[in-house]
């Protein structure tokens, strides 16, 4: 028996890997309907259907929409077929915004005559070995948190910079959208008369990392927007929250160049020993949506077992 009824819906944005798949795991095995909305290509729902068959295994209601979640036509496709799949009482507990579709582009050309990966050609040089054996130890460092992998790698972009149209996509894509799904949800009459909104955020937010200014400015504009909808939307009954998972190995984050280094210095600083995992984010998210949660509104909750202090 779950926390919660199956007249309780979750709309997960995102949902078919990392911290959106794991929440709808959690909320679906805790008894809540899952309405999970993701944009996958077909090679790729062989593993995809398994996750969410796993999720109807609970035998509550499901309902997944390949479609694109940031246009208005794939909004209206998936409210059309959450609102098909609802009974006469069922309304949304939680949104969960958990899109991660960004550019991930230098804002300027590196200085300098040498290029990122020269000091890794000169070290293989230097041993006697090729550049693949090279870059296949440093990974297996990283994988064990080695701190020599933070002195030998390097960051590898391509040619490209970042520009006003992938700013503004980034920022659409992984900020202001939550507004959107908001208001049309809310505008649809979808919502609890007790909901709660929920976006995820990363240490990006207060720390410049090349190539991540982009989804930085994202994060900035998800974080205001999130403040927005729980003053203005505090008195229709909804709760809006932000949280901030320590770095953690999802298929966003291995997209980010130096990834494999992010990992390895945030598992050498956290207090616990380990890095965040989508299970520690799914049941944060488990528990803002419980009844005593009520009063949590307008927060920014970091989900790292202390990797932000230490």
């Not at 991930?104 to 090729?130: E, H, I």
């Not at 949800?185 to 909901?195: D, E, K, Q, T, Y």
């Not at 207090?271 to 965040?276: A, C, Y």
Request: glycine share 12%; charged share 20%.
């Amino acid at each position: 028996m779950g926390r919660f009824s199956d007249q309780q819906w979750a709309v997960v944005l995102g949902g078919s890997s990392g911290f959106g798949l794991a929440t709808a795991q959690k909320l679906g095995a805790e008894g809540m309907s899952v309405c999970v909305v993701h944009r996958d290509r077909r090679g790729a729902m062989d593993r995809i259907t398994r996750e969410f068959d796993g999720i109807r295994a609970h035998g509550h209601p499901f309902v997944s929409v390949n479609t694109d979640a940031l246009t208005p036509e794939g909004m209206t496709t998936a409210i059309d077929a959450l609102t098909a799949a609802m009974q006469p009482a069922g309304r949304v507990r939680v949104l969960l915004h958990s899109i991660a579709y960004g550019n991930l582009k230098p804002v300027v050309a590196a200085a300098g005559p040498s290029s990122p990966g020269q000091p890794l050609d000169s070290l293989a040089g230097a041993l006697g070995v090729t550049r693949a054996q090279v870059d296949r130890a440093v990974q297996d460092l990283a994988d064990r948190g080695e701190p020599i992998f933070e002195v030998l790698r390097s960051v590898e972009y391509g040619e490209a910079l970042l520009d006003e149209e992938d700013m503004a996509r980034t920022i659409h894509s992984m900020g202001t959208s939550l507004l959107t799904w908001v208001q049309r949800l809310h505008g649809a009459g979808l919502f609890a008369a007790s909901a709660r909104v929920i976006g995820l955020t990363s240490e990006g937010n207060e720390v410049a990392w090349r190539g991540y200014a982009a989804v930085a400015a994202a994060k900035a504009a998800l974080e205001s927007v999130s403040r927005a909808i729980a003053v203005e939307f505090g008195a229709h009954g909804i709760r809006s929250n932000i949280l901030q998972p320590g770095v953690t190995d999802t298929p966003a984050l291995r997209i980010i160049p130096g990834s494999a280094r992010m990992k390895a210095g945030a598992l050498l600083r956290n207090p616990l020993g380990r890095l965040t995992t989508p299970g520690d984010v799914a049941n944060a998210v488990f528990l803002l949506c419980q009844d005593e949660a009520d009063w949590i509104n307008g927060a920014l909750i970091r989900v790292d077992g202390g990797e932000h202090v230490a």
